[in-house]
């Protein structure tokens, strides 16, 4: 940067964990306008689309989020071997396209039941239905959280294990402790734990930068509690901020 050349840093209210009607457990509602228009009546600046493994209704959110001011970072919520699942965060669809590939390659062939799981709808901007997935999306890929990581790793995106606390898909639940052999920046912790009593109540996440997530399945599932202040909404900025480096930061702001 210039010598003299002030960086101007802005603060971004964020929900990265967000679904669309691609996820079998979401509501008929997440479509790609409605969406959007819950998260600008939250004053929500950046969100990330976050499906089981699957992100093929991005598209249709970023386009639905155009000209509206409000930032569509692609995503995947992934579920490892382990049964745990990773918000997978990135800045383009290439990015995401290339876990996608790598997903389906790991994705056992069951077919989805939709009177048990719920359907699985891909969707255009408007919310009209293109196709139905037919792959059961809520299982888990043959690959190791380890394994998961080295794939986002690799493609420059953020590795974030959801929903620490819970029972169901949970790191801790699983695992029993927060994997050291691999570089974990943040956890998630869900809407019901107060970021204040998190350590005390799980010793293992002691260190770690939290952000809290809203897991949304339906419009009233937003929470937009993450507080970024970055110079622009990227993922390396994002990183930045949950490091604390170069002005960055990120908080959790009361509910």
């Not at 000209?67 to 290439?94: A, K, N, W, Y």
């Not at 876990?99 to 901007?125: S, T």
């Not at 792959?135 to 890929?141: A, E, K, M, N, P």
Request: glycine share 8%; charged share 20%.
């Amino acid at each position: 940067m210039p010598v003299g050349v002030m960086l101007e840093l802005k603060k971004f209210r964020a929900e990265l964990h967000v679904h669309t009607v691609l996820s079998p457990c979401a509501q008929v509602e997440m479509i790609p306008p409605l969406i959007v228009q819950q998260a600008l009546e939250q004053q929500i600046q950046i969100i990330a689309i976050t499906d089981h493994n699957a992100s093929a209704n991005i598209g249709a959110v970023q386009k639905a989020a155009a000209d509206s001011g409000l930032i569509v970072l692609p995503g995947m919520e992934l579920q490892s071997r382990e049964e745990v699942h990773i918000l997978c965060i990135f800045d383009t669809l290439e990015q995401v396209q290339a876990l996608q590939d790598r997903v389906d390659r790991h994705l056992p062939a069951i077919e989805n039941r939709p009177d048990f799981f719920g359907e699985q709808f891909v969707v255009d901007e408007t919310g009209d239905f293109i196709r139905r997935e037919e792959r059961l999306l809520l299982q888990s890929v043959d690959a190791g959280i380890n394994e998961v990581w080295g794939w986002v790793d690799a493609l420059f995106g953020l590795f974030i294990p959801a929903h620490v606390n819970r029972k169901g898909f949970g790191l801790l639940a699983n695992l029993g402790l927060v994997p050291t052999d691999i570089p974990i920046l943040a956890l998630e912790i869900s809407r019901h734990l107060k970021p204040s009593e998190a350590a005390e109540k799980y010793p293992q996440i002691k260190g770690y930068p939290l952000l809290q997530g809203g897991d949304a399945h339906g419009l009233d599932g937003f929470l937009g509690v993450n507080e970024f202040t970055i110079e622009n909404p990227t993922v390396q900025e994002l990183k930045k901020a949950i490091l604390h480096q170069e002005d960055r930061n990120l908080k959790i702001l009361p509910q």
